[in-house]
């Protein structure tokens, strides 16, 4: 069964942009993976199309409203039945590779989009959306967000990276470690070498030089990774992710 995303967006017109080139285009192209992308405010029914109306309690910014919002999503999920139904905010767990992992792995997903100062709260509680942020940074809409999802699900969809590469050994892996450094030729560049032992040969060396790498650089640049991946370590049965999209662990 063909992966599929569907977006509900004010802007249907920004998918599926960069999704439409490299990889994730040519698997779109292939069928390898299916895009639609729908406008929410299609599903408003007044005069005057309206998805939005101003927050109960006062504030700035409108609200886009509850009725409209789940007219939408209950069209998407009529042709994508099965595909968990995802709210891009700031206020959700944090997106990372084992969700991303798990998400790709599945039938595909719906994606909200929010806009304004985001959806009313009954509408994401009575859908049961997993809120999803793409960073503790603030987005002027989820579109951006859902495009960053969507390229880092599609690219681990079958067939979709080329045979030799492997997305094991990719920064935030099931090691949870981040990738050695990279080099090419020429093999001097403005008077920097390229490290020694990649021109020796001898694969175990480079095997083992690159392991060390890719330990100090999560080690210093990601102490959180750093000691998640010691933890997981000390414990050789943790599956590494945990069985929930939630992120929360699995009830036993
Ligand atoms: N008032 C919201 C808050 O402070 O949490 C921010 C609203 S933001 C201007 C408008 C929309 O952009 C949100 O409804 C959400 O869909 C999207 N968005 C903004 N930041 C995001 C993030 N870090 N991750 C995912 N979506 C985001």
């Not at 063909?2 to 960069?18: I, K, N, Q």
């Not at 968990?84 to 944090?94: A, F, K, N, Q, S």
């Not at 967000?145 to 892996?173: F, N």
């Not at 093999?187 to 020694?196: C, I, L, S, T």
Request: with cysteine; glycine share 12%; hydrophobic share 40%.
């Amino acid at each position: 069964m063909t992966w599929r995303a569907s977006v509900l967006t004010l802007f249907p017109e920004m998918f599926p942009g960069p999704l439409g080139y490299s990889l994730a285009g040519r698997a779109l192209r292939e069928g390898r993976w299916a895009l639609e992308a729908a406008d929410i405010r299609g599903f408003a029914t007044d005069r005057h199309r309206s998805v939005d109306d101003t927050p109960f309690g006062g504030g700035a910014g409108m609200v886009m409203r509850p009725d409209v919002v789940d007219a939408a999503v209950a069209d998407a999920v009529n042709r994508n039945p099965g595909a968990p139904v995802i709210y891009l905010t700031p206020r959700g767990r944090l997106l990372d590779q084992g969700l991303v992992r798990q998400l790709s792995a599945g039938p595909g997903c719906v994606l909200l989009c929010g806009r304004y100062e985001g959806v009313d709260q009954r509408v994401i509680e009575a859908r049961g959306m997993l809120e999803v942020s793409a960073g503790d940074i603030v987005l002027s809409g989820g579109e951006t967000a859902a495009l960053l999802l969507l390229d880092a699900c599609v690219r681990l969809l079958p067939g979709v990276m080329g045979a030799g590469a492997s997305a094991e050994e990719e920064s935030h892996g099931p090691e949870g470690l981040l990738e050695y450094p990279h080099y090419t030729r020429p093999a001097e560049w403005q008077g920097r070498q390229v490290p020694e032992v990649l021109l020796s040969g001898h694969h175990a060396e480079v095997a083992r030089w690159r392991r060390a790498q890719a330990e100090e650089a999560t080690r210093t640049r990601r102490p959180d990774l750093w000691a998640r991946h010691q933890a997981r370590n000390n414990q050789p049965h943790d599956r590494g992710e945990t069985g929930r999209l939630d992120g929360h662990p699995a009830a036993a």
